[in-house]
Structure formats: C-alpha cells, structure tokens
C-alpha cells in the first residue's frame, strides 16, 4: 500500500476450459482454486482446477458421464478437490438427485461424490444406493458428504423425485472407510457440508414436518 488507509488489489481472470462462463468457488492457502466451466455451448459442465502459473483451468473429467462440478470450498492443502461428478449409468428409479440442480441440463445418470488428486478422479462409496455428494475434504484426508442407501424411505417425496434414503456420510482416511452421521430425533434426513482439521462437521438435517435445521457433529 502507498499509505496508511490506501489498499490494493490485483484481480486475476480465471479464464474457462471452454467457451461458456466458469464459476470459481474455493481457494486453498497454496492459491488453488476450483469450481466449473461450462461446454458445447453451457450444456456440458465440468469441475475445474485453476493453479497458480497456470494459464487455463484444468478440465478434472467425469466418472463416465457428463457433468461434473465442484461446488462447496475445499481448503485443504494436501492436493485433494472433493465435489460431484456423474457416471455413465443411469438411475435406476429416475431420481431427481441432489447433483441435478447444479447442472444445466438433466442427464438421468446416477451420480457421486468424487475425490481428485494427482490427476485422478476416484468415486467414494456409498450406503448401497446409486447416488452420492461430497462437499469437502480436510488435510486429514476426511471427506463429507451424504449418500443414498439402497432403502425406500416413506419420508421422501414423490414431488422432489427423490425415493432413497440418504444420510450424511464421513469418508476416510482410509481409500473405502465411511461412516454415517445419522439424524438427530425427529429428522428424516442428514447432509454434511463441511469439515475442519478438529473433524467438527456441519450440516442440515430434514425435519419430518419438511423444514431444514443446522447441526454440528464432533
């Protein structure tokens, strides 16, 4: 700064993998940042990577399907992005699962939560149901989420399209660990949305009566 009270900023242009707009939405201490582009003219999304140095974002791929996206911050600093991603299946029910309204355009393709590093993207487990979403990993390689079990839930609504249990899910360390972070009394449903290096995770749980609340779990 040239004075006391005088600040500057640079602004960088994080430029897409593709002709359409890109979306940037975290950064890690090491200047990483990740999010999506848009492709073949905003119909096709995908998670991307822009590092330091590096002129373009890096298009991360997909599980076998179209879309994928990385949507909540992912501040480790352990080179691992969390986020979505389909694969080439379809849903067998033909939900209407949580990934799809953050896509442009409607697949019917199943869809999990993935991790990448090292130039590799790997789908994390789920409780048996097809569909999975994972929001963030620490630098202790725990990653959060929630997950589809293979069991029918009377809870859901035929409205939303949504006809599986899902619970919000822990996975790792290890490469196939997870472990449920059931409800708290009273709600039908759970979703982490993120995790610190204490392994305090945050979420929202689905009320029976259909209304959201937020919790925390230790």
């Known amino acids: 700064p040239s004075g006391a009270d005088e600040l ?3 602004v960088t242009n994080l430029a897409p993998i593709g002709e359409a707009p890109a979306w940037a939405n ?7 940042v990740a999010g999506q582009s848009r492709l073949t ?5 995908r998670a991307t990577l822009w590092r330091p140095g590096s002129a373009t974002g890096r298009d991360l791929g997909t599980l076998g399907g179209i879309h994928s996206s990385v949507l909540w911050p992912v501040k480790n600093v352990r080179g691992v992005i969390s986020g979505i991603a389909e694969t080439g299946d379809l849903d067998p029910l033909g939900e209407r699962w949580s ?3 953050f896509f442009p355009v ?6 999990r939560g993935f991790v990448w590093r090292d130039g590799k993207m790997r ?5 048996g149901g097809p569909n999975g979403f994972a929001t963030g990993t620490n630098n202790f390689l725990q990653t959060v989420g929630w997950a589809e079990s293979a069991l029918l839930d009377p809870t859901c609504s035929a409205v939303d399209e949504q006809y599986r249990q899902f619970r919000a899910v822990l996975w790792g ?3 196939n660990q997870l472990r449920q972070l059931p409800p708290l009394p009273g709600h039908a449903a759970s979703a982490a949305t993120a995790i610190n290096d204490r392994g305090q995770v945050v979420g ?3 009320l029976i009566s259909e209304s959201y609340a937020g919790s925390k779990v230790t």
């Open 8 to 10: 500057h900023y640079y």
């Open 26 to 32: 975290s950064i890690n201490n090491f200047g990483w």
């Open 41 to 45: 003219g905003g119909a096709v999304q």
């Open 99 to 101: 990934c799809s309204r």
């Open 106 to 111: 409607r697949t019917g393709l199943v869809c």
């Open 123 to 127: 789908a994390l487990p789920t409780f």
């Open 173 to 175: 360390p290890g490469r």
């Open 204 to 206: 929202v749980g689905k």
